[in-house]
């Protein structure tokens, strides 16, 4: 009787089935089988085609399109997986689901992200592999280990090899609000340029109503980043008012492209050069719709990360390199 084999098994909800491919064909390994459907009443029903008993099983699953159906999907994919004895469950979520509520920034407000830690635990997952969160904190709510894996190896290599003006040093990394300086003062800082800031003022949710810029980018192309573009309103604003002070070109660069609402219209009549975003959501629907949009593919570091986890090596080398 032959012995189990411990071996990677993953699967793909049906988010994002196109990552899911990139990172199994980074592996050298074929997308394990599973029909994940949904029943005319809405239910989402899993059965998961193979053996798993004493697997280490990954689950690959952002949370974006539909948040909630995709999320239910991922929970009953590991509740599935853990029925059927896997050794260990990975929930890959290269975009964390309800990751912007995580605090009480009013009133009776939930704590979303707080609520989806819980239910991946009880779901039965023993490890979560994310990127960028959108506050590290978010750790904290699992009392399970969590690697956030970081997009800026990638975007440094980005802007070293695609922006036209990083050689000549005329590059100004522009943070488009307070809560993102840290991010923008790190890659700043290991590309030895410049940094700015923009203040913007709120009036409500998603509606920015004054920007103030801190810095000095005459003369200069004004890089903006960010961790995610929903609306796109505070980059096609932000934009605007690097141009009114003297930058040359403005490009963006974004680990989660959610481009929701009128996005690709805003960034087609704004300032922007390129909006460059990560494939930790798909896009490419709204890449026919907005010619200004590239991404950068960060399947080989979340490969990366899954080999490391699965052989028992430190993933913090991802922190600061991109896998060859």
Do not use: W
């Not at 896009?283 to 719709?289: A, F, G, R, Y």
């Amino acid at each position: 009787m032959d012995a189990p084999s411990n071996s990677i098994k993953i699967f793909a909800g049906n988010a994002h089935m196109e990552l899911a491919k990139l990172i199994a064909r980074r592996l050298n390994l074929d997308l394990a089988k599973a029909a994940v459907l949904k029943y005319t009443n809405n239910e989402t029903s899993v059965t998961i085609g193979e053996s798993v008993r004493d697997e280490d099983v990954y689950i690959i699953q952002p949370g974006c399109g539909d948040i909630n159906d995709n999320l239910m999907e991922l929970l009953i994919m590991i509740h599935a997986c853990k029925t059927a004895s896997a050794r260990r469950i990975t929930a890959v979520i290269p975009c964390f689901f309800y990751a912007r509520q995580d605090k009480k920034d009013k009133s009776r407000a939930p704590i979303s992200a707080k609520l989806i830690a819980n239910m991946l635990t009880v779901a039965g997952a023993n490890h979560v592999i994310t990127m960028d969160l959108h506050a590290s904190q978010i750790q904290g709510f699992f009392d399970i280990p969590v690697d956030n894996l970081y997009a800026e190896p990638s975007t440094l290599k980005y802007i070293r090899e695609c922006i036209p003006d990083y050689k000549e040093g005329k590059v100004v990394i522009v943070s488009p609000d307070a809560g993102g300086a840290k991010r923008a003062t790190s890659i700043a800082d290991r590309l030895d340029l410049e940094f700015a800031l923009i203040h913007k003022e709120r009036k409500k949710a998603n509606f920015v109503s004054r920007m103030v810029l801190v810095g000095d980018v005459t003369g200069k192309t004004a890089v903006l980043v960010d961790d995610m573009a929903d609306t796109c309103g505070t980059l096609g604003k932000a934009a605007q008012t690097l141009v009114e002070n003297g930058a040359t070109k403005v490009y963006a660069i974004v680990t989660h492209g959610i481009l929701s609402g009128k996005a690709c219209e805003v960034i087609n009549n704004s300032a922007l050069t390129q909006v460059v975003v990560t494939n930790t959501i798909p896009h490419e629907d709204k890449k026919k719709l907005c010619p200004k949009i590239a991404t950068i593919d960060v399947s080989p570091t979340i490969a990366e990360a899954i080999r490391r986890t699965h052989n028992g090596e430190s993933v913090s080398y991802l922190f600061h390199n991109v896998p060859a």
